[in-house]
């Protein structure tokens, strides 16, 4: 038990819509962040949190966003969808006492 | 560009053995390593973090770690067909906020 949760677990939308998809983490993970997995590839990094504000951000382009809330809640906001953003996106409490990253379940995005 | 290189294999091995799966890093800086298994489908789950030169035991499980090389290993003995799954290794810089780049992992698959 990882103490993150995600949803919805899974998800389908059309090329062109907007998705938000949710995070919860526990007291003790100071950062949360967010990766894209694509088949067959490791987690690439979108974007960290820390203390609700943006902290790093990967190689992803302006449409993807998020937000973190004062109750170790986030969110990743992706608009425009397109048909390369179908993936397992997974979010991640932080320790950084010991640079701890803990999985949550995922959030499978199909783009049609 | 940092980079965490693995063989995706598949790495087979006959149940009982020992299973010896490799990652390399390209950014010096890295100080912090970690393993995590990743069943079909479902999310990176921690096996072993790693900060220091060497050995590091934790049940069936030891990670190994030779910066000089910018080489981490992990071996699992007595290989039991529920641990094949992909192995992910990630590792970067720490301090502050820790944002680890993942390599693309190496399934491994333990045959009876």
């Known amino acids: 038990e990882t103490g993150v949760t995600q949803s919805p677990t899974h998800l389908i939308k059309t090329r062109g819509q907007q998705v938000t998809l949710r995070c919860s983490s526990q007291?003790?993970?100071?950062?949360v962040s967010w990766y894209q997995q694509a088949l067959g590839q490791g987690p690439q990094f979108i974007f960290q949190?820390?203390?609700?504000?943006?902290?790093g951000r990967g190689n992803f382009p302006p449409r993807f966003s998020g937000l973190q809330f004062p109750n170790y809640s986030s969110e990743l906001n992706v608009n425009a969808l397109e048909l390369d953003d179908s993936a397992l996106y997974l979010c991640?409490?932080?320790?950084?006492?010991?640079?701890?990253?803990?999985f949550g379940p995922g959030t499978r995005l199909t783009v049609l | 560009q940092k980079e965490v290189e693995q063989n995706s294999g598949p790495l087979s091995v006959p149940e009982g053995a020992i299973a010896s799966l490799n990652c390399t890093y390209s950014?010096?800086?890295?100080?912090?390593f970690f393993w995590y298994r990743q069943y079909s489908g479902k999310s990176p789950e921690l096996i072993m973090s790693?900060?220091?030169?060497g050995d590091k035991e934790d049940g069936r499980f030891t990670a190994q770690l030779n910066k000089a090389s910018q080489y981490v290993s992990l071996l699992i003995r007595d290989s039991q067909p529920s641990d094949s799954a992909t192995y992910l290794c990630?590792?970067?810089?720490?301090?502050?906020?820790?944002?680890?780049?993942f390599g693309r992992g190496t399934s491994l698959i333990v045959h009876p």
């Open positions: 991640a409490g932080g320790d950084s006492a010991t640079d701890t990253q803990y």
């Open positions: 007291s003790g993970h100071n950062t």
């Open positions: 949190y820390y203390r609700e504000e943006e902290n």
């Open positions: 950014d010096r800086g890295s100080q912090s």
């Open positions: 790693i900060y220091s030169n």
């Open positions: 990630a590792g970067g810089p720490s301090g502050g906020s820790y944002i680890p780049t």
